[in-house]
């Protein structure tokens, strides 16, 4: 035991340093603090001004996390070049947490930059550990982001590490982002996956890919196959929330067809396509699509109790009307027979599901659509029983139907100038604006980047640019070009003259003229405002020409072209079903050496049978050949309404092309696609 005299001087002693201990303890908790409180890893839901207020207000100790939100708030409200002089500001010296916020910041600027190659490189060095769970999900959202709504392996696994960092609203897009993105995916991209053996969720969305794939043309069948597969992988993210678009096929009923409203205008302008849409329609639902007999007459037309009968005057060549109301076929200019035209070469035959079957129960009747308003039309084929209206035909009564709140289901016609989405409306048309985007699609698939539009100087030509440049830059590629011609007799003027086309063109500006932003899982990463002009450019890197013109105009602007293109160019023709007409014969089809077409499938060799029975009906009258096709596919469609409204996936090979729907249901149509070689026309490989 220590003597008394000894505890005594050590307590002395300490008294002391207790008492200094305390009164620097008071001062520091007067002064200011040494560590930041500020937290950079969580949400920033502030606004810049506030942040930088803090900024203004703060010790050197807390500054630098002041202006990391501020620069994550700029940054979320589109004004870069005030977050690029913060991040100027910043000092040298920052700690690993601020250092690797400060990475996540830049990456987010590049994006909206549009440096998507500069973001993706800055993200790859950073390294999740460490992060917060907020830092997480932004990280992978910049992944998201960068990748551009490309599918990719890497875009996959971005959104998989992304799920279980998200909750609410946030969670449900992510499980639709991810199922959007593997459903785009090619079947080379999904046969050439490599994943890792431990990469169960991964494995488990693939395998519901697979489900649907096998079953989305039946979905009775695709309703067990989610359950079984939801069985089988009950801890996938996709298996507890199932992505919108195949939760809808839960709920999914076949639509009744038993009475089927057929609306077109049996008078007036627009007789003559009514016509030939009816025939097909017909033709479909009495099964006669299989055999090929002698042409037979017109019908005649059966309106519904209380409408006039009309009678079909047979098909004669229509010309081309400036109303919109009036074109529902691309390609309606005139034609003149030719036995000797040579057709294209049947394409190889696909699978399709049963479309074309006759059904003896459906009972349709027709109404005629020019002789009261449509409003009293759509009426009448309520009371009368309609389960379905196939039609109308012209713009006007489609946007009137649109706008009425009809309970039937309607398969409209034609297309709205603004498409409404209402879960009983489906809308079918034969349209320019469709035949673009469907090119679009299929140069982007040739690797072709540098597209010129050459136009006719028109509103057609206008509708034609518009759409594929639209559709053109949703796929990735930059401003189109576009170059405009006259009429026949200008055209012969510049061949005789020699002056030739230079291929050169014009920037064909379409809204988004700007820059587009993204919001992912609560990440807002604006696009900034650009005022640059657009510039003319050469074509001296162009790479291919989509060319939009009547067989007369380009029988003369592709030797026009050569005129002014080097025999060595490696620039690709294009041309839209306009071109494709009878009266073609070897001296033409030489001429168009190389040149690739588009056209609907029956008139590219599906059916030589059916083929040569409509051409001889409408008299080689392409564009009605068309518009029969359209009432084939019509009726195939009216049978099938509630799955192109309800499955994802659901696609018909019909007879204008292979037919899917948008989430809108606007009925896409990938068109066959041939190519004039050494004077025969051949399928495009």
Same mark, same amino acid.
């Given at each position: ?101 400060? =990475? ?80 785009? !995916? ?34 009775? !069948? ?14 996938? @993210? ?11 096929? %839960? ?199 540098? @597209?010129?539009?050459? /136009? ?34 200008? /055209? ?14 014009? @920037? ?7 820059? =587009? ?8 990463? @604006? ?84 083929? %040569? ?29 509630? =799955? ?42």
């Amino acid at each position: 035991m220590l003597p008394s005299k000894v505890v005594r001087h050590k307590a002395g002693r300490l008294v002391p340093v207790l008492l200094a201990g305390l009164i620097l303890a008071a001062c520091s908790g007067q002064g200011p603090q040494q560590t930041s409180n500020v937290n950079i890893q969580g949400p920033a839901t502030g606004r810049s001004d506030y942040y930088l207020q803090q900024v203004q207000q703060s010790s050197d100790d807390s500054k630098t996390d002041w202006q990391l939100l501020a620069i994550r708030a700029l940054l979320k409200e589109g004004k870069y070049p005030q977050a690029g002089d913060q991040i100027k500001q910043l000092p040298q010296q920052l700690s690993d947490v601020q250092q690797q916020e400060l =990475q996540l910041l830049r990456a987010q600027m590049l994006i909206g930059q549009q440096d998507f190659n500069g973001a993706q490189q800055l993200l790859g060095q950073l390294k999740t550990t460490g992060m917060s769970q907020d830092q997480q999900a932004r990280f992978y959202g910049l992944q998201i982001a960068a990748a551009q709504n490309r599918p990719s392996l890497a875009l996959l696994r971005a959104y998989i590490a992304q799920e279980p960092l998200l909750q609410g609203a946030d969670h449900q897009s992510n499980i639709d982002a991810t199922w959007q993105a593997m459903t785009q !995916m090619t079947k080379d991209q999904i046969s050439n996956l490599v994943i890792n053996a431990d990469e169960n969720t991964l494995q488990g969305w693939l395998d519901l890919l697979n489900t649907w794939h096998t079953n989305s043309q039946d979905p009775e !069948m695709l309703k067990a196959a989610i359950k079984d597969w939801q069985t089988r992988y009950p801890v996938n @993210p996709a298996a507890k929330t199932l992505p919108t678009a195949l939760s809808q096929v %839960q709920n999914f009923s076949k639509a009744s067809t038993s009475t089927i409203a057929l609306l077109l205008p049996l008078n007036g302008q627009a007789q003559i396509f009514a016509n030939a849409i009816q025939k097909g329609f017909n033709d479909a639902k009495n099964g006669v699509l299989t055999a090929a007999p002698a042409p037979q007459p017109q019908p005649t037309a059966t309106p519904a109790t209380g409408d006039a009968s009309v009678q079909q005057q047979p098909a004669a060549t229509p010309a081309a009307p400036a109303d919109n109301n009036a074109v529902v076929s691309p390609a309606a200019a005139a034609v003149t027979p030719d036995q000797n035209a040579q057709q294209p070469a049947p394409a190889p035959a696909t699978p399709a599901p049963a479309a074309s079957a006759a059904d003896s129960n459906a009972q349709v009747k027709v109404y005629d659509t020019s002789s009261q308003p449509i409003q009293q039309v759509m009426q009448q084929a309520q009371q009368d029983g309609a389960t379905i209206v196939v039609g109308p035909l012209l713009k006007s009564d489609v946007e009137t139907v649109a706008n009425s709140n009809s309970p039937l289901n309607v398969l409209a016609l034609n297309e709205p100038e603004q498409i409404q989405n209402h879960p009983n409306i489906c809308y079918f048309a034969l349209s320019p604006e469709d035949e673009a985007r469907d090119a679009a699609h299929h140069m982007w698939d040739q690797g072709k980047r540098q @597209p010129l539009l050459l /136009l006719p100087r028109n509103s057609y030509g206008d509708r034609v640019g518009k759409a594929f440049a639209q559709e053109w830059q949703t796929l990735g590629g930059s401003t189109v070009l576009q170059q405009r011609f006259g009429s026949v007799g200008e /055209l012969k003027q510049g061949i005789n003259s020699g002056a030739g086309i230079n291929l050169s063109g014009t @920037p064909l500006i379409v809204e988004p003229a700007q820059p =587009q932003g993204v919001s992912i899982a609560g990440l807002t990463i @604006p696009a900034p405002q650009t005022s640059t002009p657009a510039t003319d450019t050469s074509g001296g890197s162009l790479d291919s020409v989509y060319i939009v013109a009547s067989q007369d105009e380009l029988q003369l602007i592709k030797p026009m072209i050569a005129m002014r293109t080097s025999s060595r160019s490696n620039i690709a023709l294009y041309a839209s079903s306009r071109s494709f007409q009878a009266g073609a014969g070897p001296d033409f089809r030489l001429e168009m050496d190389g040149l690739q077409f588009s056209d609907i499938p029956l008139l590219s060799g599906s059916n030589p049978a059916l083929m %040569q029975q409509a051409a001889k009906s409408f008299n080689n009258d392409y564009s009605l050949v068309r518009l029969y096709a359209m009432g084939i596919d019509a009726w195939t469609l009216a049978n099938h309404f509630n =799955q192109m409204r309800q499955v994802p996936g659901f696609a018909i090979d019909g007879k204008t092309g292979k037919l899917s729907a948008t989430p809108d249901c606007v009925i896409n149509r990938k068109l066959a696609w041939n190519q004039y070689r050494q004077g025969q026309i051949v399928p495009v490989q």
